[in-house]
C-alpha cells in the first residue's frame, strides 16, 4: 500500500512539475514576443527613416546639374582625403573624406558638393533618435560623409576601399536587386571608432548606376544599454549562423563562452581582442548548448531542455519576423 501511495504521489509530483515548465513556457514565449515587437517596431521605424534620407538623396542626384551650378561655397575646403577645416565637435557638420581610392578626384569634390545639405538632414534625424549612433553615405566613387563628425584623422586609413566593406556592398544591385532598405544581420567593427555596429543601409542610383549608399548605424553596446536593461532575466540575440548579435552577461557566461572582459559583454565587445567568431554558440564548450543551437536555428523548435548542464533548467526561442535573427531566454535550475 505504501509503494502504491509513493508511485501515486511520484506522478502527482511530475504533473505539478510538467505543468510549471509549460507555464514557465508560455510566459517566456508571451515575454519573448513583446520585446521581439518592440525591437522590430524600432527597426521598422528606422526603416521609415532611411526611404526618407534615400528619397531626398535621391532627388540632389536628379536635379544635380542645377545644384552643381549654383555659386555655393563649400565650407570643407579638402586637401587631400580630409578636409583642412576640423570638424570634429562641430554639430553642425559631418566629417566628409574623400579616399585616395578614389579613380576621379576631381567628381568626388562635386560630390561633396551636390550632398553638402545632407548635413543638416543627418543632423536632424540623428537628434530625434537615441538609438542612432551615426547616419552616413558612401559613394562609388570613394566619397564618405558621417554625422557625427569623429577624430578622422587618426582612425581612417585614407587608402581603404570603402566599397568593399558590408555597410556597402550589401545594399548593391546583386545583395539587393529590389534597391530597398536593408538590414545587415552580422555585427562588423566600425572603422569611425563606434565599436561593433549593426547597420541599416539604402541604394541610390543615378539611373542605372550606383551613386551611393545611405546608412544608419545602431551600436550592439546601445541595444543592450538601452534594452536588455529594461528586462528581468537571461537573454541574447543571435543571427542564423549562431553569431551572437547582443546579450545580458549572465546568458552568455551560462552558455560556455570565451571568459568576458570583467564579467561585462558591454565591455568586450570594444576590446581589441574581440571576434564575433568566438562568441557563436556553435563553437561553445558545452556539447548541450551546441545541441540547443541545432534545435532552434536549424530545426525550428522553441524550447529546449537542459538535462546535462546542471545548473540550467531550459532554453526558450522566438524568431523574428523582419529578420533572420532569434531571441532566447535563457533559464537557470531552480534550486
Same mark, same amino acid.
Given at each position: 500500500?505504501?509503494?502504491?501511495?509513493?508511485?501515486?504521489?511520484?506522478?502527482?509530483?511530475?504533473?505539478?512539475?510538467?505543468?510549471?515548465?509549460?507555464?514557465?513556457? +508560455?510566459?517566456? &514565449?508571451? *515575454? *519573448?514576443?513583446? $520585446?521581439?515587437s518592440v525591437l522590430e517596431e524600432q527597426a521598422a521605424t528606422l526603416t521609415?527613416?532611411?526611404?526618407?534620407?534615400?528619397?531626398? $538623396?535621391?532627388?540632389?542626384? +536628379?536635379? &544635380?546639374?542645377?545644384? *552643381?551650378?549654383?555659386?555655393?561655397?563649400?565650407?570643407?575646403? /579638402?586637401?587631400?582625403?580630409?578636409?583642412?577645416?576640423?570638424?570634429?565637435?562641430?554639430?553642425?557638420?559631418?566629417?566628409?573624406?574623400?579616399?585616395?581610392?578614389?579613380?576621379?578626384?576631381?567628381?568626388?569634390?562635386?560630390?561633396?558638393?551636390?550632398?553638402?545639405s545632407m548635413d543638416s538632414v543627418f543632423a536632424n534625424l540623428y537628434s530625434?533618435?537615441?538609438?542612432?549612433?551615426?547616419?552616413? !553615405?558612401?559613394?562609388?566613387?570613394?566619397?564618405?560623409?558621417?554625422?557625427?563628425?569623429?577624430?578622422?584623422?587618426? /582612425?581612417?586609413?585614407?587608402?581603404?576601399?570603402?566599397?568593399?566593406?558590408?555597410?556597402?556592398?550589401?545594399?548593391?544591385?546583386?545583395?539587393?536587386?529590389?534597391?530597398?532598405?536593408?538590414?545587415?544581420?552580422?555585427?562588423?567593427?566600425?572603422?569611425?571608432?563606434?565599436?561593433?555596429?549593426?547597420?541599416?543601409?539604402?541604394?541610390?542610383?543615378?539611373?542605372?548606376?550606383?551613386?551611393?549608399?545611405?546608412?544608419?548605424?545602431?551600436?550592439?553596446?546601445?541595444?543592450?544599454?538601452?534594452?536588455?536593461?529594461?528586462?528581468?532575466?537571461? !537573454?541574447?540575440?543571435?543571427?542564423?549562423?549562431?553569431?551572437?548579435?547582443a546579450g545580458t552577461s549572465s546568458a552568455i557566461e551560462s552558455l560556455s /563562452?570565451?571568459?568576458?572582459?570583467?564579467?561585462?559583454?558591454?565591455?568586450?565587445?570594444?576590446?581589441?581582442?574581440? +571576434?564575433?567568431?568566438?562568441?557563436?554558440?556553435?563553437?561553445? &564548450?558545452?556539447?548541450?548548448?551546441?545541441?540547443?543551437?541545432?534545435?532552434?536555428?536549424?530545426?525550428?523548435?522553441?524550447?529546449?531542455?537542459?538535462?546535462?548542464?546542471?545548473?540550467?533548467?531550459?532554453?526558450?526561442?522566438?524568431?523574428?519576423?523582419?529578420?533572420?535573427?532569434?531571441?532566447?531566454?535563457?533559464?537557470?535550475?531552480?534550486?
Amino acid at each position: 500500500m505504501n509503494k502504491v501511495r509513493s508511485l501515486f504521489s511520484l506522478f502527482f509530483i511530475l504533473i505539478a512539475c510538467s505543468d510549471s515548465i509549460q507555464e514557465g513556457y +508560455r510566459s517566456d &514565449k508571451l *515575454l *519573448l514576443g513583446q $520585446m521581439v515587437s518592440v525591437l522590430e517596431e524600432q527597426a521598422a521605424t528606422l526603416t521609415r527613416e532611411i526611404v526618407v534620407l534615400a528619397d531626398y $538623396m535621391d532627388s540632389l542626384v +536628379r536635379n &544635380k546639374e542645377a545644384i *552643381l551650378s549654383q555659386d555655393l561655397s563649400d565650407p570643407y575646403l /579638402m586637401k587631400g582625403p580630409f578636409s583642412s577645416i576640423p570638424t570634429l565637435g562641430d554639430t553642425a557638420r559631418s566629417t566628409v573624406i574623400l579616399l585616395n581610392s578614389t579613380d576621379d578626384y576631381e567628381a568626388g569634390l562635386k560630390e561633396i558638393k551636390l550632398t553638402n545639405s545632407m548635413d543638416s538632414v543627418f543632423a536632424n534625424l540623428y537628434s530625434n533618435y537615441v538609438n542612432i549612433a551615426q547616419v552616413y !553615405f558612401n559613394s562609388a566613387n570613394q566619397v564618405s560623409r558621417v554625422y557625427p563628425s569623429y577624430d578622422v584623422v587618426n /582612425m581612417v586609413d585614407p587608402n581603404i576601399d570603402v566599397t568593399g566593406f558590408n555597410f556597402y556592398y550589401e545594399a548593391d544591385e546583386e545583395h539587393n536587386p529590389e534597391k530597398g532598405p536593408v538590414w545587415i544581420q552580422e555585427p562588423y567593427v566600425d572603422p569611425a571608432g563606434k565599436g561593433w555596429i549593426l547597420s541599416l543601409v539604402h541604394p541610390v542610383y543615378d539611373g542605372d548606376e550606383l551613386f551611393a549608399v545611405i546608412g544608419i548605424d545602431v551600436t550592439v553596446d546601445e541595444i543592450i544599454q538601452n534594452f536588455f536593461d529594461n528586462y528581468e532575466g537571461s !537573454f541574447l540575440i543571435v543571427n542564423r549562423k549562431g553569431d551572437i548579435v547582443a546579450g545580458t552577461s549572465s546568458a552568455i557566461e551560462s552558455l560556455s /563562452m570565451p571568459p568576458l572582459k570583467n564579467h561585462v559583454y558591454r565591455e568586450t565587445i570594444n576590446a581589441d581582442y574581440f +571576434r564575433i567568431t568566438d562568441f557563436n554558440l556553435f563553437n561553445s &564548450k558545452s556539447r548541450e548548448v551546441r545541441k540547443m543551437a541545432s534545435r532552434f536555428l536549424i530545426e525550428g523548435q522553441d524550447l529546449f531542455p537542459f538535462v546535462e548542464e546542471s545548473y540550467l533548467q531550459n532554453a526558450v526561442c522566438q524568431r523574428f519576423e523582419d529578420i533572420d535573427w532569434f531571441m532566447l531566454k535563457i533559464n537557470p535550475r531552480i534550486k
